[in-house]
């Protein structure tokens, strides 16, 4: 029998998340409606009615679904269902994603500075030329209304073959799936991809002009703010 005169400390419940509930929702939505892999789900407008939240509101929920590998979001095409995962197993993936963001992050710093600063020293006109193409690439994928992911990936891989350093490129490529999640996440922040492509082409400036210290600076300034992402609060 408890001693009444002993008290128990009881710690306080952590709110889930707006997304976090969003996402339950979804699910179990997705549930209800026996919906399976390749299934698609309602166009963004319609969901974010049936929830009675905003679109942007949505839109973290949806990117955390696809950062999680539950849906694929393609332009013009909306959200498709790769897998159907229990809620449990889906807050197990999203904590062990958070705990490693910033592991992630420190990676990059460490990495993608020391390749724009070498990139800087060693790059030829065929470098350059690869890392103005991605540029356009992603300046064409956001004049469509998309977020660039496509043209963001081929910036940075264009920018580590610059460097020309194969055991930096081998780090990069062990990395590169994690480097992909935080990647979605940040450039499905509403104006995070025009706020990129303009760190891009500073980037690029300092890259074209030489300036390894200059190059090294904008990289690590780039970083920091694509690492400024919802998932990690």
């Known amino acids: 029998m408890r001693d009444p005169g002993k008290t128990t400390t009881l710690g306080k419940v952590a ?20 919906l399976g892999a390749g299934d698609r789900l309602p166009a963004e407008r319609d969901l974010a009615d049936q ?56 990676a990059r710093s460490t990495l993608e500075v020391k390749l724009a600063s070498l990139a800087a020293e060693r790059r030829t006109d065929e470098d350059l030329a690869a890392i103005d193409e991605a540029l356009e690439v992603m300046a064409g994928e956001i004049a469509r209304g998309d977020r660039g992911v496509h043209g963001d990936e081929l910036f940075h891989q264009a920018i580590t073959a610059a460097a020309h350093s194969a055991v930096l490129a081998q780090m990069m490529g062990f990395i ?30 300092a890259i074209r002009a030489g300036d390894p210290d200059a190059a090294a600076a904008a990289m690590g300034g780039h970083i920091a703010v694509v690492s400024d992402v919802p998932l990690l609060h």
């Open 15 to 34: 709110r889930p998340r707006l997304y976090e509930q969003l996402m339950e929702q979804i699910l179990g939505y997705v549930e209800s409606e026996q």
């Open 51 to 106: 929830l009675g939240v905003s679109r942007a509101t949505l839109a973290q929920a949806l990117v955390a679904l696809e950062v999680l590998g539950v849906i694929d979001v393609q332009h013009g095409t909306g959200a498709v269902l790769v897998y159907r995962p229990s809620m449990a197993a889906l807050l197990r993936k999203l904590r062990d994603h958070q705990n490693r963001l910033p592991e992630i992050v420190e």
């Open 176 to 205: 590169g799936e994690m480097i992909l999640e935080t990647r979605i996440e940040s450039l499905g922040q509403p104006g995070r991809p025009e706020v990129s492509l303009a760190a891009h082409r500073g980037i690029t400036e």
